[in-house]
């Protein structure tokens, strides 16, 4: 159903500018009944970051910035909703325009600048819901005028980790000048402790809340190293692979590809896979990752998992695929478990990680 109303739709929302559809997506979704999905098929259960995920299959930060529609998202099938940027003041983000559709790419560009309601307004609102299930993470980001930006990590850290189930350091944004700055490994490990002091403090003898990094797909590998080691260090709970790209791969054939930002979708799924397998075995096993970067199929976030993703996200492939993706994605997993004989699909992570890193199997 919701798939074909979809398809109804799609050429009336492509006629909007992104910035407008998207708005009116998250509208409509906050103002629906919520839905009761269908129980998901038990090979798909996963454990991750001390938390029972029903399905492997979440929902990327950007989507919902400011919480406004968490119960609709899961009611479309997800196992998890990922909310945010959020950042501790109000800030209105980059002017419009800043998002594009390259529809020829299957692919997104924007430079939103973490336009966001700011840390009170997601508060109240995940307050509001507290009692009605479902896991909901939430994305920290810095204000763009802040003096101390690692204090704000703090901040937000303080505030949202006992209403949030896990919290995602993001520096990894390319809208915000200077903020993948805060990836080299010293401001990091500054950051990550700062920020894990405050949400230890907040948890005061009660729930401690999972801590986990957001990093770019543009690293090198000694940068990559470097956060890998702060990462296992500090004892971050886990790593989300990845945010989207600044590069321009040459097979880009839209018009939009010239506009400045971050490329999500289709033509990030390579890059942000091969960085997902490196960084798995750079890991070794001390804590999950999340893969995110071109998934649009069952096939490829099964090659997120085979790379070393315990779970996997994707938002800019509903733009193109609509909200009935998610179910295909859930479908087409718990296939490929029951083909290999499995009770569960994490027996699969990792699998192919050393020769999607050297560039095969993909």
Avoid: C, W
Wanted: proline letters at 6%; charged letters at 20%.
């Amino acid at each position: 159903m919701i798939g074909s109303l979809f398809n109804l739709a799609r050429p009336l929302i492509h006629r909007m500018d992104a910035e407008t559809a998207h708005r009116l997506t998250v509208a409509a979704l906050a103002a629906a009944p919520s839905l009761k999905p269908a129980a998901d098929d038990p090979v798909l259960a996963t454990e991750a970051f001390g938390l029972h995920f029903p399905n492997p299959v979440g929902l990327a930060a950007g989507f919902d910035k400011n919480a406004e529609a968490i119960d609709g998202a899961l009611g479309l099938g997800f196992g998890f909703v990922e909310v945010g940027g959020v950042t501790p003041l109000p800030q209105p983000g980059n002017p419009r325009p800043r998002v594009f559709r390259l529809t020829e790419d299957e692919a997104v560009i924007n430079r939103y600048g973490l336009n966001s309601e700011g840390m009170d307004a997601v508060a109240r609102r995940l307050e509001a819901r507290r009692g009605r299930g479902g896991l909901v993470g939430v994305n920290l980001g810095a204000n763009k005028e802040s003096a101390d930006r690692a204090a704000d990590y703090a901040v937000l850290a303080r505030r949202l980790a006992p209403l949030a189930d896990f919290l995602t350091i993001n520096v990894s944004s390319p809208n915000t000048p200077g903020l993948r700055d805060l990836q080299a490994e010293s401001a990091l490990d500054d950051l990550v402790a700062r920020t894990l002091v405050a949400r230890d403090e907040a948890a005061a003898g009660g729930k401690r809340t999972p801590v986990l990094v957001k990093i770019a797909p543009d690293l090198t590998m000694p940068e990559l190293d470097g956060m890998v080691a702060v990462a296992r260090k500090r004892g971050i709970d886990g790593m989300i692979v990845s945010n989207t790209t600044v590069t321009r791969p040459a097979s880009l054939r839209s018009a939009a590809k010239a506009e400045t930002g971050g490329l999500s979708g289709k033509p990030l799924f390579t890059a942000s896979t091969r960085i997902l397998a490196e960084a798995f075995l750079r890991v070794e096993g001390q804590f999950p990752l999340i893969g995110v970067g071109g998934v649009d199929s069952a096939e490829t976030a099964f090659a997120k998992i085979r790379a070393g993703a315990t779970l996997v996200q994707f938002y800019s492939a509903m733009v193109f695929k609509g909200p009935a993706l998610t179910k295909d994605v859930k479908l087409g997993l718990a296939a490929q478990a029951r083909r290999a004989g499995l009770t569960r699909l994490t027996a699969l992570v990792g699998r192919d990680a050393a020769a999607i890193a050297r560039g095969e199997g993909l």
